[in-house]
């Protein structure tokens, strides 16, 4: 049986995987710094990562079609706004506003929601996580806080 | 913004509380309660939250992963937790070792974001997980 009017709060995860090259390095300091800042991520030639990104949309299950949010819909925004553009490519100099922003991982998942968030609409629905790993060992989560704000 | 480093560490173990008997403890539990003991590959999960700097970082990755390795994984790492380590109170589920991972971090705790959560998996199959008081 289902209770429409029986709506719980969800949670949907929609993971995807783009490889890319990037150099973490502030043009403004010397090689020395900038190693002693962002250690091997510097190296001015560049290295990449498979980066795994999971977007999580909250909401509530639409009565109708017993959905938070069209996966197909989720898909097309996630290949359009962040696959497609970042896939295989080198970020400081394909990928805006990578040119003049240093393409941390930090930096990334906040420039992928900016990229996603205004896509993501309907009635209770929320983009509410961005979690971005850059290995394995290593994942940061953005819940879309303004810079400088702690979650 | 929340940040996680994964480590491993492998140490042993054995199940068995003094305040209950030994039929009790067999029972309760079952084989972690083999008299010499057994080992997990634990991998441990380090969140912190903070702000993101202008430097585009929340954290330096070094810092937290010497400050891991100092105050935790070189306590932990290849040891036995029933003898090895006086700190862990109590039968060292990993319940108990979650809670030491996190009294062991947060005492002279350095680093400007605060440590937010500790994740311990015992095995693929079983989780542990903390929100981490205020430091």
Do not use: K
């Given at each position: 049986m289902l209770h429409p009017n029986n709506s719980h709060l969800m949670?949907?995860?929609r993971k995807v995987e783009f490889s890319a090259s990037h150099v973490c390095a502030n043009p403004a300091w010397d090689e020395a710094e900038n190693r002693r800042v962002y250690g091997a991520n510097s190296n001015p030639n560049g290295h990449g990562?498979?980066?795994v990104l999971e977007v999580t949309i909250s909401g509530q299950p639409d009565a109708i079609t017993g959905m938070v949010f069209d996966l197909r819909e989720l898909k097309e925004i996630l290949n359009r706004e962040v696959v497609e553009p970042m896939d295989h490519r080198f970020l400081n100099r394909e990928v805006e506003p990578f040119d003049r922003v240093v393409p941390t991982t930090e930096n990334l998942a906040m420039e992928i929601w900016r990229r996603i968030?205004?896509?993501?609409?309907?009635?209770g629905v929320r983009l509410h996580n961005v979690?971005?790993?850059?290995?394995?060992?290593?994942?940061v989560d953005y819940g879309g806080q303004e810079q400088g704000e702690v979650r | 913004m929340r940040l996680t480093r994964r480590y491993r560490f492998a140490s042993s173990h054995r199940l068995d509380s003094p305040a209950l008997t030994a039929e009790q403890n067999r029972r309760l539990y079952g084989k972690c309660n083999n008299p010499f003991g057994h080992g997990h590959d634990y991998v441990l999960e380090i969140s912190v939250e903070g702000r993101v700097e202008e430097n585009g970082l929340m954290i330096d990755r070094e810092a937290l992963d010497k400050l891991v390795e100092a105050k935790v994984l070189r306590r932990l790492d290849h040891k036995d937790l029933n003898r090895d380590v006086p700190e862990l109170v109590?039968?060292?589920t990993t319940e108990?070792?979650?809670?030491?991972?996190?009294?062991?971090?947060l005492a002279d705790w350095p680093l400007a974001p605060r440590l937010a959560r500790i994740r311990i998996a015992e095995t693929e199959r079983n989780t542990f997980e903390l929100e981490a008081v205020a430091s």
């Open positions: 949670f949907l995860t990562h498979n980066f968030c205004p896509a993501i609409s309907g009635e979690r971005l790993y850059e290995t394995a060992d290593l994942f | 109590g039968v060292p108990n070792l979650a809670q030491l991972v996190e009294g062991l971090l």
